[in-house]
């Protein structure tokens, strides 16, 4: 019996010495891989000289979305490059490292979906390499990264800027604000009468989405608004959130001209008289039998030199009382800009 119990025993002993392996030898592909836990480390090696231990797999059953960290240290340098390939359960790859030999140990931060496995296969090309492996929650550190809405009078060269937070170890970010580019540009008036002293309308700036930007992010400068005509409002962006510039015009057109005499010295005949307007470039005058210039009662004439300073009409009716009135314009961008109506004046016609 006892000779019986020492055979059992050898037999045993070597059907142990045929059969036993590593965990990694189990673990060289997807199908056979370790289980690995959250906040779980394992002690594992891979071996390149053995088709059995040239990969190591683990298995990771996320139960979270989030940024996962897989932490792998070794026990001394490797021979050779250490690969990390990161897989889906259908077999296709999300991510990848490479630890050189110099390196002891690395990290492989990874995004995965709740409700999927995951694997992790370790290789190494050369000798045996032994290290510690863990998977935690990541830790992201964020840095600020900054960029200016850029404004221009052509759309095809505006962009829009943002402030987002870059995590420095992966891949994740988030926009913490969207600046959109200056678009618009609105003055108080577009149309402003002549003033000596120069005109200045106030700006109003908005962003591509309708939003108005703060005065503090930009200076306001005017060109040619000392004279009638064309003149140019430039934005020039100097805040913290915008670069770039935008341009309006508008325009300043003769103010409302001064007469200063309505005579009938003839029968049927009336003379107008006003101050020249050396800003002006001509000159529009109506007369009517009606005060409120009804159009059927009313007729205009066009002066165009502006050194005009009087108009007389003739062939009118005798004894009639007529109303006259005049504006200037001026000539822009080919069009007639005209000024406000003078006061009118009243005559009886001799």
Known sequence: MKKISS???????????????SSNALANTMKTAIGISLGQTVNEKVDSSSSQTKYLWLKFDCLSSNYYDFTVSGVELPLSDVFLTVYDSE?????????????????????????KPYYFRLECLK???SFSASLNIHNHCYTNF???AVADDDKENRLNGFSKLLCKSCSNEYIVQNIYAPSTVK??????????????PSVTVYDSVGNLISPSEYVVTYDDNFKTGKAWVYVNFVGN???GELTSSFMIIPAKPTPTSLKSKKSKQITYSWNKDSNASGYQIQYSTSSSFSKKKTKS???SKNSTKSKT?????????YYVRMRCYKTIDGKRQFSSWSKKMSVKTK
């Open 7 to 21: 055979i059992l025993v050898a037999v045993l002993f070597v059907f142990v010495s045929l059969f036993s392996f």
């Open 91 to 115: 077999n296709n790859v999300i991510n990848s490292n490479v630890n050189t030999e110099n390196e002891y140990s690395f990290v492989s931060t990874t995004y995965l979906e709740a409700g």
């Open 127 to 129: 000798g045996t390499y």
């Open 146 to 148: 900054f960029v200016k």
């Open 187 to 200: 003055l108080s008036a577009t149309k402003i009468a002549f003033n000596p002293y120069g005109s200045y």
């Open 241 to 243: 959130n915008y670069k």
């Open 301 to 303: 004439y066009i002066i």
């Open 313 to 321: 009409f003739s062939s009118l009716k005798k004894k009639k009382k």
